[in-house]
Every structure is written in structure tokens, then in C-alpha cells.
């Protein structure tokens, strides 16, 4: 059986829900796929459990996933020990043809992918920080494997990032075929955040903006900071990968975001600036009767089109996929040259800890078969 040992990095909601599949799935991959992914170290931000023979047998892998989900921290756990350097965990539990997997939310993770890459090891991420630091990063940590095709830059050999955009939707898979056939994009557009987009139908079906921001704080759908979704950095970081993933040459500086908050809002407490809230619903209102008026409607818009990238809030035709979108799904929408006028439209549900490891899972399995 053909064997593809894993080291994950964060074991949160995605990395816990990860463990679980590959868990149960187990029997699936050794029959359908005569494939076997043993666990060599699980790591958080100081700890680690770590084995130096054949796997982390399941018992104590679910074990851990237990532990984590009562705040546990690996440094303190029974099996494991406090880690300050994730690279020298690879180093020391890594075996030939290693996958290397990013379930952590930190930029500090670029430098270790780098170092796995270099000892010839794979990598999957879920997190979208390292391909949207230096330019420089994301082409190390995209083309790595590239030395003997040196010109190819989309023969992706051993890096898989699809769930940093859409989580478990095809987003990048998708538009890795377009390009591979030779169809031009010319622009994709998208709601990338399930948060915004349910901020945004609840500013359609006439909600005050105070309100639905109030309402999804209250049901957990913001971050605990609801400027942290708001703001649109995450969205933007989304439009970066894909149009890094076009070839364009970007940085997230370069991306014009226009947030749903003004700057002044920006050094309040999380409690002030929930208080402050209604000074911006009649803005809101205004841009939603104004796009209501020329027959569109209001949506929190990533646009990769032309070399430039902008995400923000925009009227959309009322008719087209985008305008169609209610509640928390994400959309993309890809106009090719194929594509029109009806574009290429993946939709779904674009986040939950489940959903996103089902697409990590599926990277490990195309990079473990490749
Ligand atoms: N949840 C979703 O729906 C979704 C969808 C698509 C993509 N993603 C991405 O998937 C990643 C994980 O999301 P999540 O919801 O599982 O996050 P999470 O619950 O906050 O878990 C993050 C994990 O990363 C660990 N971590 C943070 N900094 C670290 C560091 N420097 N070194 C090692 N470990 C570190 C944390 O360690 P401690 O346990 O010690 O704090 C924690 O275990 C994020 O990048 C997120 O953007 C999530």
C-alpha cells in the first residue's frame, strides 16, 4: 500500500475535523485508493504531539481532538511537549514524501512550508497568509518542484491550496482547468465571505445595518471584533490568490478595499463601536434604494478583472448569478472566453470547519496520487 505520512500545523476547528476524516476514512482510502496517511506530528502555537515510529495511532489521535476542543495545549498534554520551532518538528518526525498541512490562521508558518518544501516534502494550506506575503513567498511556496521545468509555472508538483478560497468549493481547481485549456479569464467575481453575504441580505430584505451586524455577532457569524470581517481583509486576501493564480504579479496593498465601517471607527473598543453602529444605516439605505433604482442589487463584491483587483460593496444586476445569492453561500463567477455571456458559476457553502477539511483532505489525496 502506498503510504503518505502527514504533519498537521493547528488543530482547530479545521485541523480537529481533519483528523476526524482521515480517521474515518481510512478504510475508504485503503480500498478505493490503496492508500495509507499515517499522522507523524500534530502541532499548535507552542506544542506538539510527535512520533518517531510508523503513526500517532487513532485512539490517541482522537484523544487529542478531544483535548483541543477543551483548550487543551499540546505542550501540556500527557503525549506531547512544548515546540518552538515548527520547522525543527518537521526535521525530526518527517519521513521521505512527507505532506505538510497549514490549518493555522499565522503568517509565522511561511518560513516552515519554505524549509518542508526545500527537504522535498508537500505541503497543503487552508491558510491564505503565506500566499499573500511577498510575491516572492507565494511563487517559492506555489512553484516549489519546478527546478527541472524551471519555465512551467503552473505545474503545481507539490503545493495544494484549494480551500483558501471558497473553502471546500473547487475555486482554484476550477480556474487551474480554465487556464490549463487555454481559455481566457477575463474576470471573476465573487462573494467570499459567508458573514457579508449575510449582512448583505439582511440590508436587502431591509434590515438596518446596525441590526444585522448586531444579529450576526449575536449568532457567532462575525469574529468576535466584527471589524476583523467588515474591514474586507479576507476577502481581499481571497482575490489575491486567484489573481496570483492568473499570473498577475500583486500585492495585497494593491487591492482596493473599501470596508463596511469608516476609518474614524477603526481605534474604538469592540463595545463603542457596536454602540456606533446606527450612524451608518442611513448610508446603507441610501446605497441600497440607489441600487434598487437601476434594477440591482447590493452585494460585498471580490472583482479580479483588467490587472486590478477591488472588493467592496457593489451593485450587481438583479438577474445575474451574483444579484441571485441570498444568505451565507459563497459564489464565484468565471467570464471566460467560453464563458459568456452565461458565466462559469461555482456556489455553495464557503465555510464550517467540516466542509473546509473535506477540501484539504481532497488536496492530500491529489498530491498523495500525483
Ligand atoms: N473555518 C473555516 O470555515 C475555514 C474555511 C476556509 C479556510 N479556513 C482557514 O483554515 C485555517 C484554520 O481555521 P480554523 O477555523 O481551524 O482556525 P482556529 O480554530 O483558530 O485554529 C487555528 C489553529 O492554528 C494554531 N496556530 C496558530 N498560530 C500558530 C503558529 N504560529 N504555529 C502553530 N500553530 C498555530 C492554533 O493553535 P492554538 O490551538 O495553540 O491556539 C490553532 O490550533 C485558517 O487559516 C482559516 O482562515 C477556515
Redesign the pocket.
Same mark, same amino acid.
Given at each position: 500500500m502506498q503510504r503518505a505520512p502527514l504533519i498537521l500545523?493547528?488543530?482547530?476547528?479545521?485541523?480537529s475535523a481533519l483528523i476526524r476524516q482521515i480517521v474515518q476514512n481510512r478504510a475508504h482510502h485503503a480500498t478505493d485508493y490503496d492508500l495509507e496517511l499515517p499522522i507523524l506530528a500534530l *502541532?499548535? /502555537?507552542?506544542g506538539a504531539v510527535v512520533t518517531l515510529r510508523d503513526a500517532i495511532d487513532d485512539a490517541t489521535l482522537y484523544e487529542v481532538v478531544d483535548f !483541543?476542543a477543551r483548550k487543551g /495545549?499540546l505542550a501540556d498534554h500527557s503525549q506531547g511537549g512544548p515546540q518552538h520551532d515548527?520547522a525543527a518538528v518537521i526535521d525530526i518526525a518527517g519521513q521521505p514524501d512527507t505532506i505538510v498541512v497549514d *490549518?493555522?490562521?499565522?503568517e509565522?508558518?511561511a518560513p516552515v512550508l519554505l524549509a518542508a518544501l526545500a527537504r522535498k516534502h508537500r505541503v497543503v494550506l487552508?491558510? !491564505? !497568509?503565506p500566499l499573500t506575503m511577498q510575491q516572492e513567498v507565494y511563487d517559492r511556496l506555489t512553484r516549489a518542484g519546478d527546478t527541472e521545468t524551471r519555465h512551467a509555472p503552473r505545474r503545481f508538483h507539490r503545493t495544494r491550496w484549494e480551500?483558501?478560497c471558497g473553502?471546500g468549493l473547487p475555486v482554484i481547481a476550477t480556474l487551474n482547468r480554465l487556464l490549463a485549456s487555454g481559455d481566457p479569464v477575463t474576470r471573476i467575481a465573487g462573494a467570499f465571505s459567508g458573514t457579508l453575504g449575510f449582512v448583505m441580505s439582511g440590508l436587502q430584505a431591509g434590515q438596518p445595518f446596525s441590526a444585522v451586524v448586531r444579529e450576526a455577532h449575536r449568532l457567532g457569524y462575525t469574529e468576535p471584533d466584527p471589524r476583523d470581517d467588515l474591514g474586507g481583509v479576507d476577502v481581499a486576501r481571497k482575490a489575491l490568490i486567484l489573481a496570483r493564480g492568473l499570473g498577475w504579479r500583486l500585492a495585497l496593498e494593491d487591492v482596493a478595499i473599501t470596508g463596511l465601517y469608516p476609518a474614524e471607527m477603526a481605534a474604538r473598543s469592540v463595545a463603542e463601536f457596536m454602540d456606533a453602529l446606527p450612524s451608518l444605516d442611513a448610508q446603507f439605505r441610501a446605497q441600497v434604494e440607489a441600487a434598487a433604482a437601476s434594477g440591482k442589487v447590493l452585494r460585498y463584491v471580490a472583482a479580479i478583472a483588467d490587472g486590478r483587483c477591488t472588493v467592496g460593496p457593489a451593485a450587481v444586476e438583479a438577474n445575474s448569478p451574483l444579484g441571485h445569492l441570498r444568505g451565507a453561500d459563497n459564489l464565484v463567477e468565471f467570464h471566460t472566453g467560453w464563458y459568456q455571456p452565461t458565466p462559469l458559476v461555482i456556489q455553495g457553502r464557503g465555510?464550517?470547519?467540516d466542509a473546509?477539511a473535506a477540501g484539504v483532505l481532497s488536496d492530500i489525496l491529489e498530491l498523495a496520487l500525483k
Open positions: 500545523l493547528g488543530i482547530g476547528g479545521v485541523g *502541532c499548535d /502555537r507552542d !483541543k /495545549r515548527l *490549518c493555522t490562521a499565522s509565522a508558518t487552508a491558510n !491564505k !497568509k480551500t483558501t473553502a465555510a464550517g470547519a473546509t
